[in-house]
């Protein structure tokens, strides 16, 4: 018996990296959903999604206050933070420990993956 789709959605609001993330995690057999804002994301709702991938950096709600949302929602939702700016980690350490990891761009698609993969596995 196959495994339902798992549904990840990507918040970043650089297309290109979206565009990775979608092919990455569709080759792995995932479903994917991508978003450029975080208000995009929350309007389309998180009812069926199992893991949310979220850029820190972006215009108007950042991926920490989306995550914050998120956690009132969906407490039980896998959520991962990507960002390009390398003092984040460092400036905000209880922010980053409340995620489920944190991934500095360039990203690593295959140890993301496997840390998407390794989270869902254990919901």
């Known amino acids: 018996m196959s495994h339902p789709k798992r549904i990840i959605a990507v918040v970043d609001d650089d297309a290109r ?25 929350l309007v389309a709702g998180l009812g069926d999604v199992d893991c949310l991938i979220t850029d820190i950096g972006m215009p108007g709600m950042d991926g920490f206050q989306l995550r914050d949302a998120v956690g009132k929602l969906r407490p039980e939702l896998p959520v991962f933070l990507v960002t390009g700016r390398h003092e984040i980690g460092t400036q905000r350490p209880a922010d980053v420990a409340a995620a489920s990891g944190l991934f500095r761009k360039p990203i690593d698609g295959q140890l993301l993956l496997a840390a998407v993969e390794k989270i869902l596995d254990q919901h």
């Not at 990775?20 to 995009?40: I, Q």
Request: cysteine-free; proline content about 0%.
């Open 17 to 41: 990296l979206l565009e990775s993330l979608e092919n990455l995690f569709e080759s792995a057999g995932h479903s994917v959903r991508t978003f450029a804002s975080a208000d995009a994301v």
